[in-house]
């Protein structure tokens, strides 16, 4: 028997790592490298996430969340602590974080039968493989820079 409440306290927490990623990237491309064109776009996924919560249920994600008993609430790795390496890598683990939380969201919505929600979560994690691609990828595109 499938426990929901465990399902939506799974969803809750990479929903909410999503959006977080993808406000740490944002405000990079927003105060930092200033590209407003970029910031706009990442922007828009991020309030695409409101349709994500709305497929769920806010009431629903919001019942189920219980950070007094997550095991790593209170910890953090130490790569984690550190990020004096610069903006390249900053931006490399949100992306990486955003990709896995919305892969986590796509596989968990198919638990619950949550089939557009899943499609919905697929689409934003394409959309930051594509992203992290063009501004982070291959042939001197990269322009997030190592120290200001």
Not at 7 to 36: G, H, K, M
Request: charged content about 40%; aromatic content about 8%.
């Amino acid at each position: 028997m499938i426990n929901k409440k465990r399902i939506y306290r799974v969803l809750d927490a990479n929903v909410n790592r999503l959006r977080e990623a993808l406000r740490v990237i944002e405000e990079y491309y927003r105060f930092i490298d200033e590209r407003p064109a970029v910031c706009g776009r990442l922007k828009k996924l991020r309030h695409a996430l409101v349709d994500i919560e709305i497929l769920l249920g806010r009431r629903e994600l919001l019942a189920n969340r219980d950070t007094a008993t997550d095991c790593f609430a209170d910890r953090n790795r130490p790569e984690e602590l550190d990020r004096r390496s610069g903006f390249p890598a900053l931006l490399a683990a949100n992306f990486k974080r955003g990709q896995e939380a919305s892969r986590v969201v796509e596989e968990y919505a198919k638990v619950i039968g949550g089939a557009e929600l899943s499609e919905r979560a697929k689409t934003a994690r394409f959309s930051l493989y594509a992203f992290e691609k063009e501004l982070l990828g291959g042939k001197g595109k990269n322009r997030a820079k190592k120290r200001k």
